[in-house]
């Protein structure tokens, strides 16, 4: 049986004003991702990789264009809505971390769960699971100041993760790590796709990163100029 | 709502947990300063306000009856105390002489004006029997006794910058020459001291001594002092005394100290509320600035945090929960302050216009009042910053853009 789209994205269109001109960041883009699709979204600089992964996280809108998770049309939501939808159907990984400095990294991550309206117990129980998960069950009580460049990014993946998101968005993950922490992270990833059947979409300009990935989308000049899916 | 009151309660828990504590302390510190400054001059100036009603108390008691314009004397006093007496709100009432003399002790003379009083009577109307610093107040038998005021006699509070008659004690003898030129010597019972003018520059005698000096009738009155039971209700009270048929001139002590001090009190409550609103503009544009910075600096850490699908309302709440954390420590800060300075001012009272010990009121109401005031400014001065930024779009908090 052939594989339900999750999201579908069509005609794609992002421009911004830029002093007197107009940047054309997507150009009409159009592609599907499927339920537990690794996917890496590559491309030079200016490619319009951001742009693409910061509409998908709905953290932006495209000037036109279609969108639909799930078959539902979020290019309109209400900013209620969308802000909704993100805290409990999306998770986001940014690249430099983002976590708040002055909460423990368990508080991080439960801080999304008690927005959902969890307890505070049931909270911090998710909290802790999904610490464990990424390798830092014994870290939780650490500020960010108390914790490596790998490990703050381990619990941004954390706290993206916690709430069991349909889709993960990474957005150049271990831009700021280096290559062994980098591999630390990914392999996180890896791990939550396979095991968990996570959805993921990162954005990377490293190609040994697509050695973790399912599938590989090549963007240029706000143009998808390649879709590889890898043999499984 | 409760989940982001949760969110922003943890969120406002690990800012003060875990935030920078010398800021902390010196922004507590700067709003202890404000909210002592908010209640500290009101309370001086209240202290002085109530000072000067408690003086109006010697000469006006609560409500005051005076002669008619052509005459120096109520001629009837006896009956309209009668009447007085027997209005319900009235507590106490009595009768007094005053008369212009001169005093003399060895060689020195000083004008003064000398209320003739009934002692016993005096106790449920006026301070005088209460501030006798030295020797006694006088009794009902008294005669040739007299009682001085402290700025007449050398030495006391006040005296040195008026003539005084030197070195008086009690038991020393002075000389009163009347203005109708009648002398008398009288021994001096005890010095009165209530560091105002108004009573420290005069002297007092038993009622019958004026009486029998000026040939008066015992229905011979200057004035009529009256103490009600409830001092705020002084207009209603005079308003049944005219009711009665008092047809003398009847005047409220508010209304004497109108008189006298209106224009001054006008001018201080002035300073007063000026001063107020100075610092309450102050504080709330103390706090503005801190919660303004403290926002800025984590603006994007709230783009974050709106990524991630945490609400406006939430940050928000988060932020005004940081801002009367702040104001409330500064308010214990700042009462602590308040109390020290009380405590100081009581024991230490200011001295005003050289002979005037101004000794500040604290008023609960007025704290009370500042404290909610605070609390209101904090809750509208920590939103502010905080809504701007939580309503700005996410790309512009975390990517500037």
Known sequence: MKEKSMIKIKDLTRYYKSGEGIVRALNGVSFEIKKGEFIAIMGPSGSGKTTMLRILGLLDKPTKGKYTINNLNVVHLPEEERNYYRLTQLGYVFQDYALMDEMSALENVYVLSLMEGKSKKESIAIANSALINVGLGDKGNRVPDQLSGGEKQRVAVARAIAKKPRILFADEPCANLDTQTSKQVLEVFKTLNKKFGQTIVMVTHEDWHTKYVSRIINLKDGLIVGDKRKRK | ?401
């Open chain 2, 1 to 401: 709502m409760l989940n982001e009151i949760k969110v922003g309660f943890l969120s406002a828990k690990s800012s003060i947990k875990r935030g920078n504590k010398k800021t902390l302390a010196f922004i507590v510190f700067v709003l202890a300063l404000i909210f002592m400054n908010l209640v500290f001059l009101p309370s001086m100036m209240g202290g002085m306000t109530g000072m000067f009603n408690n003086f109006m108390i010697y000469s006006y008691g609560d409500i005051v009856i005076e002669p008619n314009e052509d005459n120096t004397y109520i001629d009837n006093a006896d009956n309209i105390l009668q009447k007085v007496r027997a209005v319900q709100e009235v507590k106490s009432a009595t009768k007094r002489l005053d008369v212009a003399a001169s005093i003399k002790h060895k060689q020195k003379v000083v004008g003064a004006t000398i209320t003739g009083v009934l002692p016993s009577e005096e106790y449920d109307i006026s301070n005088y029997p209460y501030i006798i610093s030295e020797g006694e107040f006088l009794g009902d038998l008294s005669q040739d006794e007299i009682i001085i005021g402290a700025m007449l006699a050398e030495g006391y509070f006040g005296s040195e910058i008026y003539d005084n008659l030197g070195q008086i004690k009690p038991g020393s003898f002075v000389n009163v020459t009347y203005s109708n030129n009648v002398q008398r010597t009288y021994k001096v019972k005890g010095i009165m001291e209530g560091t105002f003018e108004l009573v420290d520059l005069n002297a007092l005698i038993h009622y019958k001594e004026i009486q029998e000096v000026y040939g008066l009738d015992k229905g011979k009155a200057t004035s009529i002092v009256t103490r009600i039971k409830n001092p705020d209700d002084s207009a209603n009270v005079k308003e049944k005394l005219i009711g009665v048929g008092i047809k003398e001139p009847v005047f409220t002590n508010n209304e004497k100290s109108e008189a006298i001090l209106k224009q001054a009190m006008e001018t201080l409550d002035l300073v007063n509320v000026i001063s107020k609103y100075v610092s309450l503009i102050v504080g709330a544009a103390l706090i503005l600035i801190i919660v303004y910075i403290n926002v800025l600096n984590r603006k994007k850490e709230i783009g974050i945090l709106k990524a991630t699908g945490i609400t406006p309302k939430s940050i928000v709440f988060s932020y005004a929960l940081l801002s009367i954390f702040y104001v409330s420590l500064g308010i214990i800060g700042g009462l602590i302050l308040y109390f020290l300075l009380m405590f100081y001012f009581t024991a230490n009272p200011v001295v005003f216009y050289e002979s005037i010990e101004i000794i500040p009121e604290i008023r609960v109401g007025l704290i009370l009042q500042s404290i909610f005031t605070m609390l209101i400014m904090s809750v509208i001065a920590g939103i502010l910053p905080a809504w701007r930024v939580s309503k700005e779009s996410i790309l512009e908090a975390i990517w500037g853009r």
